[in-house]
């Protein structure tokens, strides 16, 4: 576990490093959960297993123990602070793939381009408020619209946040249950996937 000053207190990283690793993911929880969620969880096993190095970050003001997340500047300018520094230490010098869960994507999206990743992950990614799909107003979707990076969307086939629609170079996997996605299996079989494309195999086969 890795403490990141951020102009708003402290962020963690759990970083896990791949043995020679091809790239590196970084992701971000949801408002209110933390990074043990099932579905962070079952992209960090698919990514470290694809040979990349994964970071899961936890906010500051989760660090502080608020579950109350602060406004998106914050946020972004935390997490933007923990790349940073992420990649001026554990993970310095790999291709960055950025991504969370819920708010986490959301974070994700925003940044990606100051970030200087090459791709975005976004779990359950909030497209809407749950009731509010015909409000053009709380549409989330311009933000995830906004990456021009090759993203994987992962996101329950019941999921009251809404489904994203597939566009080019997004790719939208539906998989079972709503937008806690506890079904950790085929989140993990989606990102391997997904990650092999991204990655392919060597020709000697090695990862």
């Known amino acids: 576990m890795v403490e990141i000053a ?9 970083v896990e490093t791949a043995a020679d690793p091809r790239g590196a993911l970084v992701l971000g929880h949801g408002a209110g959960g933390g990074v043990g969620a099932t579905d962070l969880g079952a992209a960090a096993q698919a ?15 989760r660090v502080a123990g608020r579950r109350s997340q602060p406004p998106a500047r914050q946020l972004d300018e935390a997490w933007l602070a ?8 554990p993970i310095g010098g790999l291709a960055l793939i950025v991504g969370g869960r819920s708010a986490g994507a959301r974070v994700a ?7 200087g990743a090459v791709a975005a992950l976004c779990l359950a990614f909030p497209v809407h408020p ?26 329950g086939e019941r999921d009251p946040f809404g489904m994203p629609p597939e566009a080019p170079g997004r ?11 506890r079904a950790a299996g085929p989140v993990r079989e989606a990102v391997s996937r997904w990650l092999a494309e991204l990655y392919p195999p060597l020709p000697n086969g090695s990862a």
Do not use: N, W
């Open 6 to 14: 951020t102009p708003y207190g402290p962020a963690r990283a759990q």
């Open 47 to 61: 990514a470290l297993a694809g040979g990349l190095s994964v970071a899961l970050v936890e906010q500051p003001y």
């Open 82 to 89: 923990v790349i940073e520094a992420l990649s001026a230490g």
């Open 109 to 115: 999206c925003r940044t990606a381009d100051a970030a």
């Open 130 to 155: 749950p009731g509010r799909a015909d409000d053009p107003e709380k549409s989330r979707l311009p933000e995830l619209e906004g990456v021009k990076l090759p993203v994987l969307v992962v996101q």
């Open 171 to 181: 790719t939208v996997v539906r998989v079972p249950g709503d937008h806690s996605l």
